[in-house]
C-alpha cells in the first residue's frame, strides 16, 4: 500500500460506521482485577494522560455525548470502564496517567490496575495511546508504551485534537510519531490523527477497530 492509497475501502468504513451507530452503554467500572467481565467479548482499551480526550473520542466514536463522562477535572477515570457496542464489542477506558492533582499512592494504585488489565486480558485485541497532537509523545508516555511492549499488547498511537492544528503540522507530528515508535516491537505502525470536535479520522479509526477485533456485519 502506497501513502496515497486509502486505508480502507469504502465498503469497510461503511460497515464500521453502521456498527458504531448501533446501542452502546456503560457496563462498569472495575477498581480491582477480580471485578472485570467475563472475557467473552474481544475487547479495546484507550489509554492516555489524563487530559488527552479519551472519555470525549469514546463519546465521539459511538455517536453519544455522554457515554463516556468526560471532565474539566483531569484524572477522573480512575477506575477500568467498560462500554458495550451492539452486545459484540467493548470499549474500555483505562485509567490516565500524569495526573497533577492526585496523590502519589492514587496514582500508583490504578496506574497498576490499568498495567495488570493489560497483562491479564487475552480478549484484548488492541490497545489505543491517545497523544495530544499539539503537544506529541512526552517522557510521560513513555512509561505505557514500555508497559504494552513487556505485555506483547499490540498497541496504536491515536493523536487527538488534530483540529487545533494546521493540516501541514499534523503530518508533521504524524510523521515524527511513526518514526519514534518504529522500532517498539508491539506498536501497530500507522498512527491516525483525529479530532472528536470536528470529526476527523473517526472512521478510520472505527474501521481499525472493527478490523482489529475480526468483526463482521
Known amino acids: ?35 472485570l467481565p ?11 494522560r489524563s487530559n488527552v480526550g479519551k472519555s470525549s473520542l469514546i463519546n465521539a466514536l459511538t455517536g453519544h455525548k455522554h457515554l463516556a463522562r468526560a471532565s474539566n477535572e483531569p484524572g477522573r477515570t480512575r477506575e477500568v470502564n467498560f462500554f458495550l457496542l ?10 490516565g496517567y500524569g495526573w497533577a492533582k492526585a496523590s502519589k499512592t492514587v496514582v500508583k494504585k490504578f496506574q497498576n490496575l490499568g498495567r495488570d488489565y493489560l497483562r491479564g486480558r487475552p480478549n484484548l485485541k488492541r490497545a489505543y ?20 511492549d513487556l505485555a506483547a499488547v499490540s498497541y496504536q498511537v491515536i493523536l487527538t485534537k488534530a483540529d487545533k492544528l494546521k493540516p501541514s503540522e ?25 479530532s472528536s470536535e470536528k470529526g476527523l479520522g473517526l472512521a478510520e479509526l472505527r474501521a481499525e477497530i472493527m478490523h482489529a477485533c475480526e468483526i463482521t456485519l
Not at 469497510?12 to 472495575?30: E, H, T, Y
Open 86 to 95: 451492539d452486545d459484540r464489542l467493548r470499549l474500555v477506558d483505562l485509567p
Open 170 to 194: 499534523v503530518e508533521a507530528v504524524r510523521a515524527r510519531t511513526e518514526a519514534a515508535i518504529a522500532k517498539r516491537p508491539a506498536a501497530f505502525p500507522r498512527v491516525l490523527a483525529t
Open 129 to 148: 495511546l491517545l497523544i495530544d497532537a499539539r503537544h506529541g509523545l512526552k517522557d510521560v508516555d513513555k512509561a505505557p508504551m514500555d508497559t504494552f
Open 38 to 48: 467475563d472475557t467473552s467479548l474481544p475487547e479495546v482499551a484507550f489509554a492516555g
Open 1 to 35: 500500500m502506497s501513502e496515497t492509497d486509502p486505508l480502507f475501502t469504502e465498503d469497510q468504513l461503511d460497515a464500521a460506521r453502521v456498527l458504531f451507530a448501533r446501542p452502546a452503554s456503560f457496563v462498569m467500572g472495575c477498581v480491582s482485577m477480580d471485578g
